[in-house]
């Protein structure tokens, strides 16, 4: 079966679970239910990887340290991107390496999403420009002083415009559940929510346009 690439980018002071939550969610989903289905890849919609400036270890928050699977020069193409926050997007900000790596992969993918303070990256590259998006309550002003054609959405767990934006942390997961949904199916994504025994939070408020 054909497999869409997700890709989730990593560095240093990365938030754990705005990486860790849609990894899970992106690599348990199976088109075939139940719990031998997870057993191999046979009927999974996504291969999901890590991808880092470079192969070497990256310090998450809580000095969780990880390898990343591929390194941007690596890495197979991107499908879907995955940029997650934490207090590390501070610095990149300014790195424009990060930024440009970014807009490169942004360019070809077909769908760009951000967790968190990824959204502030995705400002810094020109990618919000004139949409609607979310980020961690603590970084409201923040995106919004970074490029005032953005309408940010406060309260809100999740956004769809060009690009998909989700609130602080466990956020991230709801995000990638609702992509699950779009992409495969409102049943897929619930029976995937059942096998990780996660109650998705269905009802709480989220923003679409288009």
Not at 186 to 202: F, G, H, L
Request: aromatic residues 8%.
């Amino acid at each position: 079966m054909n497999q869409s690439n997700v890709g989730i980018l990593i560095f240093d002071d990365v938030e754990v679970l705005d990486f860790a939550g849609p990894f899970e969610v992106f690599s348990r989903t199976r088109l075939d239910a139940g719990v031998q289905a997870r057993r191999s890849t046979d009927s999974a919609p996504f291969n999901v990887f890590t991808v880092a400036r470079s192969e070497d270890p990256i310090t998450a928050t809580g000095g969780l340290r990880v390898v990343p699977q591929f390194s941007w020069r690596s890495a197979p193409p991107i499908d879907i991107l995955v940029v997650p926050g934490g207090f590390g997007t501070r610095a990149l900000l300014n790195d424009s390496a990060t930024l440009e790596w970014i807009r490169s992969i942004a360019g070809n993918a077909s769908l760009v999403t951000s967790v968190c303070t990824g959204a502030l990256l995705l400002a810094q590259t020109g990618l919000l420009r004139g949409s609607r998006a979310t980020t961690h309550w603590g970084a409201y002003d923040l995106l919004a002083s970074l490029d005032p054609t953005i309408t940010v959405e406060r309260g809100v767990r999740a956004v769809h415009d060009k690009v998909i934006t989700s609130a602080g942390v466990s956020a991230g997961i709801d995000m990638a559940f609702d992509v699950v949904e779009r992409l495969c199916g409102i049943e897929v994504a619930q029976e995937t929510a059942d096998y990780m025994e996660y109650r998705r939070a269905i009802g709480s408020p989220v923003t679409t346009t288009g």
